[in-house]
């Protein structure tokens, strides 16, 4: 008989079948070791049920008894309560069910079973509305679902709590002692974390509550550890290996953009400025996160960095997640950097043939001075002559793979990743924690925050009135068109219909103009000069216009169909507007509101600071779905939570980096074990680096 294994198949448990075993694979579990990860989403403390007579008003509680009857009423036609009431001899306490009539087959007199939920005294009697519940049967093992903390799972169709807390039980009890400790001893002391096997028995069968807290410590740990483990590396050897550019002090040529400029810069702009040029002017290459609320002026410092690299005899190059962006930056830097002398291209797939490779033979010769285009135009077939500074416009959509493979010939450019919306701490830790950090936090003076509104789409007339009193009184608008995701023709299709019911209807007289992603390049550049130009007054568009468009004297945004935008996506449209000393207005037109829905449109109405906007919506969304640290090609949180974890989250960075700053290869035999799970753990690497 072969050893046993974490990686041996589920089929190898007592209790499970080839059936069971289908049903797991269905929750992504193949094997032990996998079926160990799926941690409970939350416990039950069963260890003291109270009696039903005891059982406390409006509290979370378990109880058990026996089904002592089953009823059910039908109240109209559209609603049937089921009715399922349990005694323990000290008093009787109802389930109830509403329009759920299947599952009065489940409940037969005398069974003996389990609800749980927030107990509420209503009609004089006892009773929970949805109880969660599960069957006691009389050879069930106390031990396992009774009598204790109990662990509850994420479920599938087919497979109940019960059966899959037996097989829990008995893989934890044959494989729990096989899970490798792989964390440093001296770590595991410092920051008194209870050993890696035991902690896997205790967070799914706990013995307190203490225990618990302690064991789910190490796992978060862990997690989060790994993470920040593969950042250093990186980090490290991107810091090592590559030789990176000097760039020259800043000569005249930024004394004068600096003179051209209609304004001073901001302390917060000239702040994070010098930061950037300390880095640039270095060997190492610069990798480095720009943070900022919309509006705070990060164009202009990416600005300035580009042309101290174009100062400095090389090339810039600006990546924009979409070609529209592209295109708006284009604008915006060329604006900017014209007047400077610097040479500044776009490069899209929309070109014709010809001009594409003009342009790419122009960056080759160094004839170009800043490209501007997207993530994988300029990734893929671009030679330059010599480029000196990459900025990313981040839309966090580039991984930290990614930006590995931007480093990865010759000599490396220095890297200027800026976030479109701030991102809360915990993200930037998680995500670009392998970068360092700037933050504009500062808004140039005198702005005035955008007033906000939110209209049900019954009241949008007054939306429309205001839009248009403000452009008789001279200034312009954005009316944004509600977000079809599926398709960019259909979304077209939509703006452009919008576009014309409002030239015909309430908007008549009016110049009103549109711009979608659809249009020729050309097209939309000159859409967007009439527009700057003033020669259009309201601007229909996609949410296109989402970043770089900026013309100060818009003063309303108003966008239909809000509820289908996220909270960063109506944050950063709204950044469109309020960029003068105007008083600027949005609204936010809405048919219905989900619950999110709701909280979206309250968050925007009671501010506009984009990191308190930023921590509002991880937490309506909870970090699952915020995080996608998949697609940043991160491996997936199975037990952090990095917004309640944050201090953890610390901890593990810490620790991480103080590693790797002795031992940057992993090298060590000690960290053999460490090193193995790391290739576990990013099992595609991370670009650069590789663990020997
Ligand atoms: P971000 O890219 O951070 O969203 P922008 O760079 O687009 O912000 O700047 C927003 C607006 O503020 C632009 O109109 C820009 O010209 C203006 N601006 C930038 N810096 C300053 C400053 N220091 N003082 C006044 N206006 C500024
Ligand atoms: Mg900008």
């Not at 164009?299 to 592209?326: C, D, F, R």
């Not at 043939?353 to 800043?370: H, M, N, P, R, T």
């Not at 991102?423 to 950090?437: E, W």
């Not at 014309?500 to 000159?526: C, D, F, I, P, Y």
Request: charged share 25%; proline share 5%; net charge neutral.
């Amino acid at each position: 008989m072969t050893q046993p294994s974490l990686g041996d198949p589920v089929q190898y448990l007592k209790g499970v079948g080839p059936y069971r075993a289908r049903q797991l694979e269905k929750l992504g579990i193949t094997t032990v070791g996998g079926l160990l990860t799926h941690y409970p989403k939350r416990y039950e403390d069963r260890s003291t049920m109270r009696p039903i007579s005891l059982a406390g008003f409006a509290d979370v509680e378990t109880v058990s008894g026996a089904i002592v009857s089953v009823s059910e009423r039908h109240v109209r036609k559209s609603l049937s309560i089921l009715q399922v009431g349990i005694s323990d001899g000290t008093g009787v306490l109802f389930g109830i069910w509403f329009n759920q009539p299947y599952l009065k087959q489940r409940f037969r007199r005398g069974d003996r079973v389990i609800f749980s939920g927030r107990i509420e005294r209503k009609f004089g009697s006892v009773q929970i509305e949805n109880p969660e519940y599960e069957e006691l049967d009389s050879d069930d093992d106390e031990s396992i679902h009774t009598s204790r903390i109990v662990p509850i799972y994420g479920l599938t169709e087919g497979i109940s709590q019960k059966v899959l807390r037996s097989v829990m039980k008995s893989a934890v009890d044959q494989f729990s002692s096989l899970v490798p400790d792989f964390l440093d001893g001296e770590i595991r002391d410092r920051r008194a974390l209870p050993d890696l096997s035991s902690s896997v028995s205790q967070v799914h069968f706990p013995r307190s509550m203490d225990e618990l807290q302690h064991s789910r410590k190490r796992l978060v740990f862990d997690e989060l550890f790994m993470i920040q483990v593969g950042l250093a590396v990186t980090k490290r050897a991107r810091g090592s290996v590559n030789k990176g550019f000097r760039h020259l002090p800043d000569g005249t040529a930024l004394e004068e953009f600096r003179r051209r400029l209609p304004y001073r810069l901001t302390k917060a702009q000239d702040r994070v400025y010098d930061e950037i040029c300390w880095d640039m002017e270095r060997q190492e290459p610069m990798n480095r996160l720009l943070q900022g609320d919309v509006g705070s002026g990060k164009t202009e410092v990416a600005a300035m960095a580009l042309l101290k690299a174009v100062g400095s005899g090389h090339q810039g190059a600006l990546m924009a997640p979409t070609e529209i962006l592209a295109e708006q930056h284009f604008i915006n830097l060329n604006e900017l950097l014209g007047g400077a002398g610097v040479r500044v291209a776009l490069l899209v797939s929309g070109l014709p043939k010809k001009q594409k490779d003009l342009a790419l033979s122009a960056l080759g010769a160094g004839e170009i001075d800043v490209v501007i285009g997207t993530h994988a135009l300029i990734q893929r077939d671009v030679e330059f002559f010599s480029l000196g500074l990459v900025v990313v416009d981040e839309q966090h959509r580039f991984g930290v793979r990614q930006r590995a493979t931007l480093a990865g010939k010759g000599c490396t450019p220095d890297v200027l990743v800026m976030t479109a919306t701030p991102i809360p701490r915990t993200l930037a830790l998680t995500l670009y924690g392998d970068l360092d950090y700037s933050v504009i936090d500062e808004m140039p003076p005198g702005r005035k925050p955008v007033v906000t509104q939110h209209l049900p789409e019954d009241k949008k007339r007054r939306g429309y009135s205001f839009l248009k009193d403000q452009v008789t009184a001279g200034r312009q608008a954005f009316v944004v068109c509600p977000l079809i995701e599926e398709s960019e023709w259909l979304q077209a299709e939509a703006a452009t219909i919008l576009a014309e019911r409002l030239r015909r209807q309430v908007l008549r007289g009016l110049n009103v103009a549109l711009l979608h992603g659809r249009m020729a390049t050309e097209e939309k550049e000159s859409v967007m000069r009439e527009f700057r130009d003033g020669a259009s007054q309201v601007l229909v568009s996609t949410s296109v216009i989402e970043v770089g468009v900026d013309v100060p004297n818009t003063t309303v945004m108003l966008i239909e169909g809000a509820e289908r935008f996220g909270l960063s996506q109506l944050h950063q449209l709204r950044g469109r507007v309020g960029r003068s000393a105007e008083q600027s207005f949005c609204f936010l037109i809405s048919s219905s509101l989900s619950e999110e829905a709701r909280k979206r449109m309250e968050v925007m109405e009671s501010t506009t600071d984009g990191f308190r906007i930023a921590e509002s919506d991880l937490e309506i969304r909870g970090p699952g779905e915020f995080f996608g640290t998949r697609q940043h090609g991160m491996p997936d949180l199975k037990i952090a939570n990095p917004l309640k974890d944050y201090p953890v989250l610390l901890e593990a960075r810490e620790e991480a980096f103080a590693l790797v700053a002795r031992d940057p290869a992993l090298a060590d035999p000690a960290h053999a074990a460490l090193a193995g799970k790391l290739r576990e753990v990013f099992p595609e690497g991370m670009g650069l680096v590789t663990v020997s």
